[in-house]
């Protein structure tokens, strides 16, 4: 049975670089095979792994509308685009997504896209998902349980604030989380006793913080994968130290 990981948190708090830093920690520890799911409408986390996209389950359902070829069931076609979207690397493989839906009716389309993510999901240990701050978008594509939940915040009262509507928005899906936590990010130095009360005051579960790191700075800067970040880096570090707490 695999072991399903989802990261939330608002746009630029850095969930996609944390979301590739759980891959790697994974694929460090002998913990294959994985499968990561950008289920941002913003695909972006091939960027961040450093392999190229070449397809989506959203233009996929685009597609269903009008190009299923005559003679091909839906089935079939749509199974076929799973697979076209998918994207395998060394240890772990990629599908995104895309974007949510547009005008029209997508029913059939979520229906069969539902069936086959549960299917494919079935043959990986380890889940990996990278989610819009709601995680609506993947709540309507899958039926799959959440084992362990990461809600990124940078190191605000308003980021915290917004941290713990999220997880209260989340609770509103039909999903089962198992449990969830907060990962401050962008850190530096000590977190202000303020953010720790205001922690405290909603009820978070602090698992941790990230510092500023000038080497994932410069990768960025530069255009290149932060997911080869030398192991030297100090968010690296900082990462593995959550990981260890909470991967088993």
Same mark, same amino acid.
């Given at each position: 049975?695999?072991?399903?990981? %989802?990261?939330?948190?608002?746009?630029?708090?850095?969930?996609?670089?944390?979301?590739?830093?759980?891959?790697?920690?994974? $694929?460090?520890?002998?913990?294959?095979?994985?499968? %990561?799911?950008?289920?941002?409408?913003?695909?972006? @986390? &091939?960027?961040?792994?450093?392999?190229?996209?070449?397809?989506?389950?959203?233009?996929?359902?685009?597609?269903?509308?009008?190009?299923?070829?005559?003679?091909?069931?839906?089935?079939?076609?749509?199974?076929?685009?799973?697979?076209? %979207?998918?994207?395998?690397?060394?240890?772990?493989?990629?599908? +995104?997504?895309?974007?949510?839906?547009?005008?029209?009716?997508?029913?059939? %389309?979520?229906? @069969?896209?539902?069936?086959?993510?549960?299917?494919?999901?079935?043959?990986?240990?380890?889940?990996?998902?990278? &989610?819009?701050?709601?995680?609506?978008?993947?709540?309507?594509?899958?039926?799959?349980?959440?084992?362990?939940?990461?809600?990124?915040?940078?190191?605000?009262?308003?980021?915290? $604030?917004?941290? +713990?509507?999220?997880?209260?928005?989340?609770?509103? @899906?039909?999903?089962?989380?198992?449990?969830?936590?907060?990962?401050?990010?962008?850190?530096?130095?000590?977190?202000?006793?303020?953010? @720790?009360?205001?922690?405290?005051?909603?009820?978070?579960?602090?698992?941790?913080?990230?510092?500023?790191?000038?080497?994932?700075?410069?990768?960025?800067?530069?255009?290149?994968?932060?997911?080869?970040?030398?192991?030297?880096?100090? +968010?690296?570090? +900082?990462?593995?130290?959550?990981?260890?707490?909470?991967?088993?």
């Amino acid at each position: 049975m695999s072991f399903t990981i %989802a990261v939330s948190g608002k746009g630029g708090t850095g969930k996609t670089t944390f979301t590739a830093m759980i891959i790697r920690h994974l $694929l460090e520890k002998g913990k294959s095979p994985v499968l %990561a799911v950008d289920a941002d409408s913003n695909a972006n @986390l &091939n960027e961040v792994l450093g392999i190229e996209l070449r397809s989506t389950l959203g233009k996929a359902r685009e597609l269903m509308k009008r190009d299923v070829p005559v003679g091909m069931t839906k089935d079939v076609w749509f199974e076929y685009k799973i697979q076209e %979207a998918l994207v395998e690397a060394k240890g772990f493989d990629l599908i +995104a997504m895309g974007r949510p839906e547009g005008a029209g009716c997508y029913c059939a %389309a979520n229906t @069969l896209a539902r069936k086959y993510l549960d299917l494919l999901t079935q043959n990986y240990r380890y889940i990996v998902i990278d &989610n819009e701050a709601g995680m609506e978008h993947f709540s309507r594509l899958t039926t799959r349980d959440v084992d362990l939940l990461f809600i990124l915040s940078d190191a605000s009262r308003r980021g915290i $604030l917004t941290a +713990a509507r999220i997880r209260d928005l989340i609770k509103e @899906l039909d999903l089962r989380i198992e449990s969830s936590v907060l990962i401050v990010n962008r850190v530096c130095g000590e977190l202000d006793a303020g953010i @720790l009360e205001e922690v405290g005051k909603y009820g978070l579960e602090l698992g941790g913080t990230i510092p500023e790191d000038e080497d994932l700075l410069k990768y960025d800067l530069e255009g290149r994968p932060t997911f080869c970040l030398p192991g030297s880096s100090r +968010a690296i570090q +900082a990462a593995r130290r959550i990981f260890e707490r909470y991967i088993q």
